[in-house]
């Protein structure tokens, strides 16, 4: 009932004080509302069940549940099943949680100043950002042929498939590869 109730009023067919509030944006075949967390509009999503699965085994889904600001650069299903065999062996493995805890602390930042519509508008007027996530990791950001790309410290590159999706706690930018801390 709520998503009937949220695309009709994405489609202008119901009005109302969340009509003009809350965002709705879609992407594959999922939804993700504004007024939910990162946390639960990733749970709702089709193509971030690996994201979850791993960040729901060193307990990083909780801190992104709650109140703050943070940034979100996660990376869907496809993104995972580009990692090299041989490190996505090791590093899921349970005694790895450590190893997991990084890797996934890497493409979280705690910023509020990225918890906001402005990381596409700044990166086209500006140059290259440099951001640190809260696994320590640099992350290099930039606008560059018509898109957004971030690159890890390894020099792994990607690119951001949807920008700036609002979130109750922060934004999500959709990305299409694994960020690798440096070891």
């Known amino acids: 009932m709520i998503r009937v109730a949220a695309a009709l009023l994405t489609l202008g067919l119901l009005a ?16 993700m509302f504004s007024a939910n967390t990162i946390t639960s ?13 791993a960040l729901r085994s ?14 979100l650069f ?3 299903d496809a993104a995972f099943a580009k990692l090299p065999a041989d490190y996505s ?6 005694v790895n949680r450590s190893e997991i805890a990084k890797l996934l602390a890497c493409h979280i930042v705690a910023e509020g100043e990225l918890a906001g519509r402005k990381l596409l508008d700044r990166l086209k007027s500006g140059g290259p950002l440099t951001l640190k996530t809260l696994g320590g990791c640099m992350l290099r950001l930039e606008f ?7 690159a890890d410290e390894t020099g792994n590159q990607g690119k951001v498939l949807e920008a ?14 694994v960020l690798v801390p440096r070891t």
């Open 16 to 31: 109302g004080p969340a009509a003009a509030s809350e965002e709705i944006r879609f992407f594959g075949k999922s939804v």
């Open 58 to 71: 060193v307990g990083l889904e909780q801190p992104l549940l709650h109140r703050g600001l943070y940034t």
């Open 41 to 53: 509009n990733l749970l709702q999503s089709n193509e971030h069940r690996v994201l979850i699965k």
């Open 164 to 177: 700036d999706i609002l979130q109750s706690n922060g934004i999500i930018q959709l990305i299409d590869r």
């Open 74 to 76: 996660a990376p869907d």
């Open 144 to 150: 560059r042929r018509g898109a957004l790309m971030i």
């Open 89 to 94: 062996e090791s590093i899921f493995r349970r």
